[in-house]
């Protein structure tokens, strides 16, 4: 698991969250949470998808 945590780690994370939050609002919680999640993958997708082409044509020599 990254980071080390184990499942006695996470089921204390889950506690914490569930006392400070409750239970009607977990839900929310956990979507909020994956929306950010999706927003950094979706950002960090883009970032080297414009870095990309700039490798290709800076490793291709010039047309002569």
Do not use: Y
């Not at 089921?11 to 994956?34: S, T, Y």
Request: hydrophobic content about 50%.
């Amino acid at each position: 698991m990254p980071f080390n945590i184990g499942p006695l780690e996470i089921a204390l994370l889950f506690l914490i969250v569930l006392i400070l939050f409750g239970p009607g609002r977990l839900p929310d919680v956990f979507r909020v949470m994956g929306e950010g999640v999706r927003q950094f993958k979706r950002a960090a997708r883009d970032i080297s998808a414009d870095d990309a082409p700039k490798t290709e044509s800076a490793a291709k020599p010039p047309a002569a």
